[in-house]
C-alpha cells in the first residue's frame, strides 16, 4: 500500500513533525511505500492565485474553479500541484500531520487543499461525495493542540475538536474518500512547569512510541458515518426520515 504524509509544521524539531516522521517510520516497517508531502519544507504556495497559471478563465478575470477545469483538462496545472495529484492518485490513504491554530488547521494545509484538490481532476459536479473521483482512497488527521481533552471535548471552552475538523472532514468526504477517525494529542505546549512538565514529556514519548500500533490498526477502524446522497432530496436537503449524521446538518428544532 502507498501512504501519503502530508505535514504542515515549520519547525523539524516540533512535536507535530516528530510525530510525523514516527507515522513515516511506522509505514515503511510495515512495508508500505511512504510519500511525503512536508508543505513547509518543500516551501509550496497555499495562496492560490492567478500568477500560478499562463492564463485565467476567462481571461480578464480569476474564475478559480474554471481556470481549474481548463488547465486540469488541458494537463497544464502548475507543476506543483501536479506533482501533489500525482501523489494523491498514487496512495491509499493519506495521513495529515498538523496543529490547531485559531481553532483551525494551519493556513498552508488549508491553502494546499484549496489549490490541489484541483476542480476537474479531483471533483466535478457529477462526481462528488458517493461518487467522488477520489473514492476508495483513506484519511486520517493526526493532530496537536494546545487545549487539554475536557477544554476541547463537546462542552470546553476552547471548542469540540470534533466539530473544529469537521469542515476539512467533510472536504475529504466531498472528493469521495473514507475519514477513519480522527487523533488528538492534546496539551501540547512548552509552557508546563514541575511534575505537569514531566508528565506531559511521558505521555508524548509514549505516543510516539505507539504510532507504529495506530497505524497497523489503519484499516481495522470504521471511518466516519456520513449521510449518504440519497439521504438529501432534490433540492439538496435532509429527507425528514433521515437521521443527521453531521453537526453541521440538523433537522429544524
Ligand atoms: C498561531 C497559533 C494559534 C493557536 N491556536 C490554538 C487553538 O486555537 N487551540 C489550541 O488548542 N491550541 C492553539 N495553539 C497551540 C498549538 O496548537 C500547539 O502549540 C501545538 O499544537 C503544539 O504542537 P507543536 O509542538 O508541534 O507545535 C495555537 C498556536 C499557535 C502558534
Known sequence: ????????????????????????????????????????????????????????????????????????????????????????????LIIFHFPIWWFSPPAALKGWMERVFVNGATHDTTYRFDRGKLKNKGAQFCVTMGASKQESSFNGKEADIEMLLWPMAYTLKYLGMDVLPHKIINSVHSYHTDNRKIEIEKSLKAELQNQLRFIQNFYQVEPFKFNKDTDFSNDGVLKESVLSHSPFIRHSK
Not at 516497517?29 to 492567478?50: G, Q, R
Not at 474553479?65 to 488541458?74: A, G, I, N, V, W
Request: with cysteine; charged share 30%; net charge negative.
Open 1 to 92: 500500500m502507498a501512504v501519503l504524509v502530508v505535514i504542515a509544521h515549520p519547525d523539524k524539531n516540533s512535536f507535530t513533525q516528530q510525530w510525523a516522521k514516527e507515522s513515516i517510520r511506522g509505514a515503511r516497517n510495515l512495508e508500505h511505500e511512504v510519500i511525503v508531502s512536508d508543505l513547509y519544507a518543500m516551501k509550496f504556495d497555499p495562496i492560490e492565485k492567478a500568477d500560478h497559471y499562463n492564463f485565467t478563465c476567462p481571461k480578464n478575470h480569476f474564475d478559480v474553479l474554471r481556470t481549474q477545469e481548463f488547465h486540469s483538462q488541458k494537463n497544464s496545472l502548475p507543476k506543483e500541484v501536479l506533482t501533489e495529484l500525482e501523489k494523491i492518485n498514487k496512495c491509499e
